[in-house]
């Protein structure tokens, strides 16, 4: 949960508290004791409000300067990319900065010579996909 979630929750637990203090001093009639408990519930009650107005004045809005370079950059392209595209600029940089540098790594330890010519098969294969999903 959020802070302000939390706060919100915990000021109403503690105006539950005090409703029921209340009602036990309600019976035995303390005037101080009451005051004291009027007064918290008073403060508590404008904590609610304000963490309430707080909670709901953020919805929708951006608050990162991350997240609003990012949406004004998207914008000038025309908005966020399908899906599609997205997907293949992952595989992209998966290929490329992981996949197979991995297997020439692995390649170049290899001790058993058929090992070395499966990893080079494997590093063809996805070069071959690599070149493939940028339409060369």
């Known amino acids: 949960m959020s802070k302000k ?5 915990k000021a109403i637990e503690k105006l539950t508290q005090l409703k029921n203090q209340l009602k036990e001093y309600n019976q035995t009639v303390q005037v101080r004791e009451l005051q004291d408990i ?3 519930m008073d403060e508590q009650l404008k904590n609610l409000k304000f963490w309430f107005d ?4 953020y919805n929708g809005r951006s608050t990162s300067n991350a997240k609003k ?6 914008g000038k392209k025309g908005g966020r990319p399908p899906k599609e595209v997205t997907l293949k600029k992952r595989r992209i940089t998966e ?3 992981v996949l ?3 297997l020439q790594h692995q390649k170049k330890l290899a ?11 494997e590093i063809k294969k996805l070069e071959e996909e690599l070149n493939l999903i940028r339409g060369l």
Do not use: A, G, K, Q
Request: without cysteine.
């Open 5 to 9: 979630t939390d706060n919100v929750n």
């Open 38 to 40: 009027e007064f918290e």
């Open 54 to 57: 707080s909670l709901y004045s």
């Open 69 to 74: 370079t990012s949406s004004r950059e998207n």
């Open 95 to 97: 290929l490329e900065d």
């Open 100 to 102: 197979i540098p991995e």
């Open 111 to 121: 001790v058993d010579f058929e090992e070395e010519i499966r990893l080079e098969e």
